[in-house]
């Protein structure tokens, strides 16, 4: 069978690739410690579940529109502008079936063959795929830990050319946790504008921050950033609903029309009675305290697994801010990050994600969305095998 150049031309996530190898092995009745998944591993809080319900049993299974509920498009746009200061209403929201679905559209919408979209790296596994798939060029700039793996307004100037559509903007980040500060979102807004390029602000994790750091919208900096704003984000991370598959995009109006009319004819509406879950979501008084929860139950372990990874020699990681992830620098280990995951789950059992999955050859990504007692567990196996070679 020969298949098309275009899906040939992309890898499977390798994060999920990992996260599946290490549930083969627990179902073989391995003990393997996780710090793969990028999901939280709390139960998706009961009103929400019961709100879900409650939609099945007034027979909300039907087909809906393609771009979402109204009633749940105009929560996100009620949303956005109220925690986000973003000018959206109902028409600049489209429901998606889960984040990536919302970045996946946008891009396929907005990039055409030989449109440059600059990555800085490291960068979430399917920013490059993503674009290659719509037939654009992704354009990656690697950062460092001494900048904290966060591209500057210099760099992301120097990399612009006639050819560059968009800009890609994580933050808190995917795989590092770093969160840009308000006045890091101004300066890069500004080069943006200058240039008149589109920016993608993936806002997945923005619920998710630690010692006070502050998240600003890009596309909150000025009305001109705005027009040239996609903003992404949905209810897997903050709302631990990962598996109902509920995201969102916000933009101009005339690309909101061409993403809905995209997904018209690939997956049509997100499930009908999961969106009622997610407006349950956005309109509940009990949710901002259920998320509050969670993040301080991430906060207690990014402070151990921080306290741990700086004890064993030669490792080192940027405190972060935001998320769930810390970006492990091995470099002082001699083996490459494919090396050292595969050895470090094949020997000790811990699975781990290597940072040539985000364009980082030198480092690996831990997640500490999982229980303590696994955390601590796998740490210790960690060292042993970090003091091993």
């Not at 946008?106 to 960068?123: F, N, T």
């Not at 940072?355 to 042993?384: H, P, V």
Request: proline share 6%; glycine share 6%.
């Amino acid at each position: 069978m020969k298949i098309s150049a275009r899906v040939g031309q992309v890898p499977p996530s390798m994060t999920l690739a990992i996260s599946a190898k290490a549930k083969a092995m627990k179902a073989e009745g391995i003990d393997v410690c996780s710090f793969s998944a990028g999901e939280p591993d709390f139960a998706t809080p009961k009103h929400i579940v019961e709100a879900a319900k409650q939609a099945l049993d007034e027979g909300k299974t039907r087909y809906g529109p393609a771009a979402g509920e109204m009633k749940l498009r105009s929560a996100i746009a009620q949303k956005l502008q109220t925690d986000n200061q973003l000018n959206y209403s109902a028409e600049n929201v489209q429901v998606t079936n889960g984040g990536k679905q919302s970045l996946f559209n946008a891009i396929l919408a907005l990039i055409e063959p030989g449109d440059e979209v600059i990555i800085p790296a490291p960068y979430w596994v399917s920013y490059p795929e993503m674009v290659k798939l719509a037939e654009g060029t992704p354009i990656i700039v690697p950062t460092t830990a001494e900048t904290q793996y966060k591209i500057t307004p210099e760099q992301l100037k120097a990399t612009i050319t006639a050819k560059t559509k968009l800009f890609v903007l994580n933050s808190p980040s995917n795989p590092t946790g770093v969160v840009y500060t308000p006045d890091e979102i101004r300066a890069l807004a500004e080069v943006a504008i200058d240039a008149d390029i589109w920016a993608i602000s993936d806002e997945i994790y923005e619920k998710i921050l630690y010692d006070g750091a502050q998240h600003l919208s890009i596309g909150a900096v000025s009305p001109e950033m705005l027009d040239r704003t996609i903003t992404s984000n949905g209810f897997a991370k903050a709302f631990s609903m990962t598996g109902w598959r509920v995201g969102y995009l916000a933009a101009p109006v005339a690309l909101i029309k061409a993403t809905s009319t995209l997904q018209s004819h690939s997956t049509s509406n997100v499930c009908t009675f999961a969106q009622y879950g997610a407006l349950e979501a956005l309109t509940s008084p009990e949710s901002p305290g259920c998320i509050e929860q969670m993040r301080q139950a991430f906060a207690q372990r990014r402070t151990y697994i921080l306290d741990r990874i700086h004890s064993i020699p030669g490792m080192s990681a940027p405190q972060p801010d935001g998320a769930f992830y810390v970006f492990v620098d091995i470099s002082s280990t001699g083996l490459n990050s494919l090396e050292f995951c595969d050895r470090l789950l094949e020997k000790y059992h811990v699975a781990a994600v290597p940072g040539i999955a985000f364009g980082t050859d030198t480092c690996l990504r831990l997640s500490y969305a999982t229980d303590m007692t696994s955390i601590e567990k796998g740490m210790d196996r960690l060292e042993q095998f970090v003091r091993s070679l």
